[in-house]
């Protein structure tokens, strides 16, 4: 069995964790590794390692930053079918969204080359009489990442080239339900001949967030994953001193006008709806339409109901698994509160049974309709293969309930 190793001060180290636990296919339930739990003195080693190398770091020019970077672009690409794979195995999502994710990361790297122009400074002349003011953009020190399953290699990168470029060194935390993606990532990473101490890894749980968070040289938090841990992180966080941008977790509406394209409404919908299995924190949740819903409602159960679920690694798959057992029977007992609440199942993705992986997370596609907007399904972040399927009368009202909603991560009509 594969037992997981942190990456600290350009070494592969063993974690002084006192439990370990287990990283599993969700589509199969196979054990495919042993992840560490984490330990106080494993982020103190790697924000040693960090500190130090922060010194040499950051006095290497921006241009000679970016050249790490080009040579990474380079590896993620020859790499991106092993890495995709990866992805599939130990998130679930088809091999098709791991691949797009991981071209999304890959442009992160791209963006981040750009650092020598995006980082430079501003001049005013004479913003007082005899004075003028300059601004220098410098890099902070220590920085760090807590990542969550759902991108398990987009994410981190959403925040890694851009703080090693401007001369930042970084410590990354993957979610522990997803670690060999970025254990991969840094294989490549290793191969850069970075300073030492320039990108770190440390995996495992709480223990090592507090850690990250406690620790006085780390000086900014990047975390992205639910509202409630969010709120954790940016409290303890900022309370010690650091800062931090906090992602939180998200339910998205939908519009839908009377005047709306059917075909094309219906297929985004259920594409956004239902890709990652609803795991994305973009997805669609709730579908509300305004108006005569007759057609558009039989058009999106037909897209549902052929939306093929199974193992991400197999063809014609649109829909793997959901992240672990926990999860699936979360999601089924949220369905359940929405027909105790009132909704009707129009398409019933529970007791899904996929041939060859009858253990797996499987939940197919779900509609429920008229769930009681103010209820619990509906003010709920499924983060599931669920769509809430409400009809309203006016425009006014679906915006006014959009508007009320205490999630802001996106919103959408369609017309
Ligand atoms: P999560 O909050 O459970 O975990 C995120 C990270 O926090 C992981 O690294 C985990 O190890 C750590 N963590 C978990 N529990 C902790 C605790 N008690 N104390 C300290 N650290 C803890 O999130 P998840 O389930 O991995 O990810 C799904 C969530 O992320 C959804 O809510 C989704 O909407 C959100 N998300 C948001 C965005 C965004 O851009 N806003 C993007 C992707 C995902």
Known sequence: MLTLQNYINGKWVDSKAGEYWDVVNPASQEVMAKVPGGAAAD??????????????????????????????KRLLEENINELSKTITLESGK????????????????????????????????????????????????????????????????WFLPYAIACGNTFIIKPSEKVPLTMTKVMELIDRLDLPAGVVNMVHGGKVVVDGLLE?????????????????????????????VQAQGGAKNPVIILPDAD?????????????????????????????????????????????????????????????????????????????????????????????????????????????????GELAGTEIFGPVMSLAHINTIEDAIAYINGNKYGNMACIFT
């Open 43 to 72: 982020v103190d080693a790697a924000a040693t390692a960090a500190a130090a190398g922060f010194k040499e770091w950051k006095r290497i020019t921006p241009g000679k930053r970016i050249q790490y970077l080009f040579h990474l």
């Open 94 to 157: 088809t091999f098709a969204e791991a691949k797009a994710e991981w071209i999304r990361a890959i442009e992160n790297v791209e963006n981040a080359c750009g650092i020598p122009a995006l980082m430079q400074g501003d001049f005013s002349e004479d913003i007082a009489t005899g004075i003028d003011e300059y601004m220098i953009r410098q890099p902070l020190g220590v920085c760090a990442c807590i990542s969550p399953f759902n991108f398990p290699g987009m994410i981190p990168f």
């Open 215 to 243: 620790h006085p040289v780390i000086k900014a938090i990047s975390f992205v994953g639910s509202s409630a841990i969010a709120r954790y992180v940016y409290g303890k966080g900022a309370a010690n001193g650091k800062r």
């Open 262 to 374: 059917i075909d094309m409404t219906s297929q985004i919908v259920v594409d956004s709806v239902y890709g990652c299995a609803g795991q994305r924190c973009l997805a669609a949740s709730t579908i509300i339409t305004v108006g005569d819903h007759k057609d558009i409602t039989e058009s999106i159960v037909e897209l549902s109901r052929k939306r093929t679920t199974g193992f991400g690694l197999d063809e014609n798959v649109l829909m793997g698994p959901v992240i672990t057992a926990a999860s699936k029977t979360r999601i089924n007992s949220l369905i359940d509160k929405g027909v105790a609440e009132g909704g009707k199942v129009l398409v019933d993705g529970r007791n899904a049974k996929i041939p060859g992986y009858e253990q797996g997370n499987f939940i197919q596609p779900t509609i429920i309709e008229n769930v009681p907007l103010n």
